[in-house]
């Protein structure tokens, strides 16, 4: 009978890259752009890693696999003498500082277009409500008298059951008075005092180069803050070809890519409240917008 052996488990070494100083803790095999987009170092990659283009030059000299057949292609003699090499090409087997020859460029992100008159009418909306205290002759609270003073309050379920239950403690500490908010004619909370005022979105364009974002004011329409920043799903590639052929490699492709562009829709967001001063509870709704292989990336398909 063939003797049965355990598998090599694979070594681990530690790869830095300059000159960032970020460093990731990577399996031995792996490619020097695969730990370069786990340790969040964006190095260009037009092909998506396929040695198609020749952009994702590095320079490293130690920790790493010989020069290819495709790298002596792409790559002129003095710069592999110089120690210039492939990302994609170029495979981890020991520790490694990896130079990043060609970062990839910023550049300004337009962030205003053609303005032209719009009448918001969002989902959400708020009314400010008294409702009569509870007596010993009775008058206790009802939920349809709730619903009869908030205008567009047409169904009287509410969107989370659970307001059921902390509504009334609520009502009797905020002596009966508060902000019903309601998403699309159903209660969605309630909150203390008159938040009327307060109703902002956000809305993103999630573009393949960009990410661009912005706070408005759900009252009167008005642009509270503008914020924008470079796709990270770019370091997986810099075009959408080559970030569908790397969601093609399986679930975990494109978990990569669903979780870059959320980290980045996330950040636009905290920039957004932080230079508006607004709190993100009287943020209520969120609106992206993309062509289609970055929606079907977002969400993960």
Known sequence: MPENRPQRSRQRFVVRFDPSGLRCSCPEGMTVLGAAQKAGVTIPSVCGGAGLCGKCKIKVTQGVTPITDVEREWLTPRELREGIRLACQTRIIGEAVVQVVAPAEEGQVLETGIHRQVYVRPAVRKRYVELPKPTLEGNPFDWEDLCAQVADCKDSRPYDVNIWGVLPSRLRK?????????????????????????????AVDLGTTTVVGKLIDLVDGSVQAVASSANPQRIYGEDVVSRVQHASKGKRERRELQKAAVHAINSIVERLLAEARVPRRFVYELVVDGNTVMNHLLIGA
Not at 180 to 202: H, I, K, P, Q, W
């Open 174 to 202: 905020w002596d009966f008075r508060g902000t019903a908010v309601t998403l699309n004619g159903r209660l969605l909370d309630f909150e203390r005092g008159n938040t009327r005022s307060r109703l902002y979105g956000v």
